[in-house]
């Protein structure tokens, strides 16, 4: 489960790519994990795993 930070960052994240045009809402079944990897500067990195697509 993602912490409240972090589902605000995914949260945001998706809107961004949304407004940009580089994804679009889907009705597949088909989902992918999201996680988090700490960066050495702190931040923190998005990674999807698609292992199970």
Same mark, same amino acid.
């Given at each position: 489960?993602?912490?409240?930070?972090?589902?605000?960052?995914?949260?945001?994240?998706?809107?961004?790519?949304?407004? #940009?045009?580089?994804?679009?809402?889907? #009705?597949?079944?088909?989902?992918?994990?999201?996680?988090?990897?700490?960066? #050495?500067?702190?931040? #923190?990195?998005?990674?999807?795993?698609?292992?199970?697509?």
């Amino acid at each position: 489960p993602l912490s409240a930070p972090e589902r605000n960052e995914v949260s945001s994240f998706i809107d961004e790519q949304l407004r #940009k045009g580089y994804i679009r809402p889907s #009705k597949s079944p088909m989902t992918s994990l999201v996680f988090f990897i700490p960066k #050495k500067d702190g931040k #923190k990195c998005m990674v999807m795993d698609y292992c199970y697509l």
